[in-house]
């Protein structure tokens, strides 16, 4: 696999190409954005942020990269590193963006894959958090913190998007895929976590209905499951998982210390992958 970092950035302030320098990003207008120690861009203007520190918290991330490290996720990231590979032709070189890629687990799960392929990849978050510790373990990527709500790429420039567990802005999304460009989102079944979900809530709320329709601009190709179990051995894993999602902030107190409380769990992990061509 040949991994080289997706550069084809856009000016959040007036959506001018961006262009590298010594220390950053700098735009026809002046506009110029600092490249961090770790290695990422913050192309978040203030003036865009919902709240002060806006994303995933630090100790969420954390948690989060515990977990995956653990593997419990890897059947997600190869049944999408496969989707992402068998797009297009074995010979043509992919630009993919992770839209809320939180610590880059995917990506780096993707770019350790032995193919020829060429890959261009891209990983974005509005957590400066998630972003800093995806820069801080792998610098082949281009990493970002942005909104998925006005993608800082130019329109057409991407061969894949990647959606997982987060917030799908569809507009922005077939704005910058190329024509047939492929649509990857990755969504909680209806049992996903059923166990830990019993054990936090009083009752459950009825599995939403799925999505029937495309979004304007996509083709549905398919929607597909990913199901199995998982066994959380310790108390730690279990609070892994719980601070990673944001049923930590859901739950009641009493729902929080009956799974802290926990040494064992058995989870379902069950997945859907969505999968829409770019018209």
Known sequence: MTIAPFTSLICPLDHEPLSRTESGW?????????????????LLPVQKKRSRDPGDSRAMIAARRRFLEADHY????????????????????????????????????????????????????ISKWAVQAAAGRDRR???VVGSNAALPVPDQSLDVVLCMFGFPTPAEFARVLKPGGLLLEVEAGPDHLIELREIIYPTLKAPREPRQAPAPGFALEGV????????LSSREQILDLLVMTPHLYRASAEGRAKAEALTHLDVTVEVQFRSSRRL
């Open 26 to 42: 700098c735009c026809p207008q002046g506009h110029t954005f600092d490249v961090s120690r770790q290695g990422h861009v913050n």
């Open 74 to 125: 890897q059947g997600i990231a190869e049944a999408v590193s496969r989707r992402v590979l068998s797009h297009g032709s074995a010979h043509e070189a992919l630009a993919v963006l992770d839209a809320g890629c939180g610590e880059g687990y995917y990506l780096r799960e993707l770019a350790g894959v032995e193919s020829a392929r060429r890959l261009s990849l891209l990983g974005l978050d």
């Open 141 to 143: 990527m281009q990493w």
């Open 224 to 231: 597909d499951t990913l199901r199995h179990a998982r066994s």
